[in-house]
């Protein structure tokens, strides 16, 4: 039995067709970029590559990092590109997005985490378009919190930190990460800069409990988080951790009306559900209430 065979009918998908991915994946390669999508094996690349859009990833492609979980590259990390923040805005020009989605390696090497770089992109999509909605999707910068402010002062629309799993599960998922550190950061980032959205995601089918989730739904409530995203952990290699289970689509249906009972803004909840995915429809429709026309309430429901 093939691995795809073992997984539950809810799991499988379609993939687009290879042309629908060819414009995005030529422009990645003129601007000489990466994305999270490709060096995370994340599932949803097919269907996002398809619709135009992809999360880029900053400062290399090889993490100082080895999470259980990820299959993003870790090693001696490369020297950085400072032209990276002008290939990013290129990029966006060229898709023409109107909300960009940021996000790096950690680089544990550098003095600040690599924040400079993250404000500098900032700024240059900025120069491009001051209308663009910009969403960052930063590590933890290992608790600095004056890496954090040169992120902040540069007023992305949503600051994202993903808290990745509970708790018990950090020494094995998060080996070189802090729960507690990473409640601190989107707590810092709500206490200084209250305007700015806080958001977070987390994986479950990794053995967590129910009372564990809905303990860590209320840990990231308290910390201000204004949105989140909860997906099903798919083992990315198989030097990866295992999957312990596949959660049902009416558990993640429990979790968002848990977490939504809370105080979230709104929760995007279910098996493919993953940190960035259908980021600007959730932003405009469900947090800014504003009716996107290319936004199908029907698609982000329908993992
Ligand atoms: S910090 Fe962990 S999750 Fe993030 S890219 Fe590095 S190894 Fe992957």
């Given at each position: 039995?093939?691995k795809?065979q073992r ?6 998908k379609?993939?687009p067709?290879?042309q ?5 994946k030529?422009?990645l390669g ?5 994305t999270?999508?490709e060096?995370a094996?994340c ?8 619709r ?7 400062l290399g492609?090889v993490?100082?990092?080895d999470?259980?979980f990820c ?10 590109d400072e ?5 990013v805005?290129?990029a966006?020009k ?6 960009v989605?940021?996000?790096s390696?950690?680089r544990d090497?550098?003095?600040?985490g690599?924040a400079s ?7 240059a999509i900025r120069a ?7 969403e960052?999707l930063i ?7 004056i890496s954090?402010e040169?992120?902040?002062k ?6 994202n930190?993903?808290i ?6 950090y020494?094995?998922?998060r080996?070189?990460?802090s729960?507690?550190r990473?409640l601190d950061l ?12 806080t958001?977070s ?15 860590l ?23 990866r ?9 009416e558990e993640?249906?429990e979790?968002k009306?848990v977490g939504e009972g809370m ?9 493919f559900v993953?940190s960035?995915?259908?980021?600007e429809q959730?932003f405009h429709?469900?947090?800014l209430?504003?009716?996107?026309s ?5 698609k982000?429901?329908d993992y």
């Amino acid at each position: 039995m093939t691995k795809d065979q073992r997984k539950p009918p809810w799991l499988k998908k379609r993939l687009p067709p290879l042309q629908d991915l060819l414009k995005v994946k030529s422009i990645l390669g003129e601007t000489d970029l990466h994305t999270v999508c490709e060096e995370a094996r994340c599932p949803n690349l097919g269907e996002c590559f398809s619709r135009g859009t992809s999360t880029f990833l900053i400062l290399g492609r090889v993490c100082t990092r080895d999470c259980g979980f990820c299959a993003v590259e870790h090693g001696a990390p490369v020297p950085l590109d400072e032209t990276e923040p002008e290939k990013v805005a290129l990029a966006v020009k060229k898709m023409n997005l109107q909300y960009v989605v940021i996000t790096s390696v950690t680089r544990d090497d550098l003095p600040d985490g690599g924040a400079s770089l993250f404000a500098k992109t900032i700024q240059a999509i900025r120069a491009l378009d001051p209308e663009i909605k910009i969403e960052v999707l930063i590590p933890d910068f290992q608790g600095d919190s004056i890496s954090l402010e040169i992120v902040l002062k540069e007023g992305p629309d949503v600051l994202n930190h993903n808290i990745e799993t509970v708790p018990r599960f950090y020494p094995n998922a998060r080996p070189q990460a802090s729960y507690n550190r990473s409640l601190d950061l989107l707590e810092g980032s709500k206490k200084s800069h209250p305007h700015i959205l806080t958001k977070s995601g987390f994986m479950v089918g990794l053995g967590e409990t129910k009372q564990e989730v809905v303990d860590l739904l209320q840990d990231l409530r308290e910390m201000g988080c204004d949105f989140l995203t909860i997906g099903q952990y798919l083992q990315p290699r198989p030097d990866r951790l295992p999957v312990v289970r596949y959660i049902p689509p009416e558990e993640f249906e429990e979790y968002k009306k848990v977490g939504e009972g809370m105080g979230f803004k709104f929760i995007a909840s279910g098996p493919f559900v993953r940190s960035s995915f259908h980021a600007e429809q959730i932003f405009h429709t469900h947090i800014l209430k504003i009716p996107v026309s290319s936004c199908s309430e029907q698609k982000i429901q329908d993992y």
